[in-house]
């Protein structure tokens, strides 16, 4: 959904019940996308956000957060540290 509007992305993960992975901060803010009543948002936090860089730090992330219950939270995952907000 490359190029698509926040709004249209973020209805589309909702309407699919899928966990919403992106490297746009804005889904970080809670004020404008609350993560509550979503699957569940990652922010993945990645400076710069080569193609390698990227998919090692979603498998990094996945690993982390393989049993950690995430529907209606916000995580953000930066480096070896992620913090997840309910």
Same mark, same amino acid.
């Given at each position: 959904? #490359? +190029?698509?509007?926040?709004?249209? &992305?973020r209805a589309f993960a909702i309407e699919s019940g899928r966990v919403l992975v992106t490297?746009?901060? !804005?889904?970080?803010?809670i004020l404008r996308f609350p993560p509550t009543g979503t699957? +569940?948002?990652i922010r993945l936090k990645i400076h710069p956000p @080569?193609?390698?860089?990227? $998919?090692?730090?979603?498998? $990094? @992330?996945l690993r982390a957060l393989? !049993? &950690?219950?995430?529907?209606g939270?916000?995580?953000? #995952?930066?480096? !070896?540290?992620i913090r997840i907000r309910r």
């Open positions: 959904m #490359s +190029g698509e509007p926040d709004e249209k &992305v490297l746009d901060a !804005d889904f970080a803010n699957p +569940g948002v @080569t193609e390698e860089a990227i $998919r090692e730090l979603i498998h $990094r @992330t393989k !049993d &950690v219950p995430l529907d939270c916000l995580a953000v #995952s930066h480096e !070896d540290v």
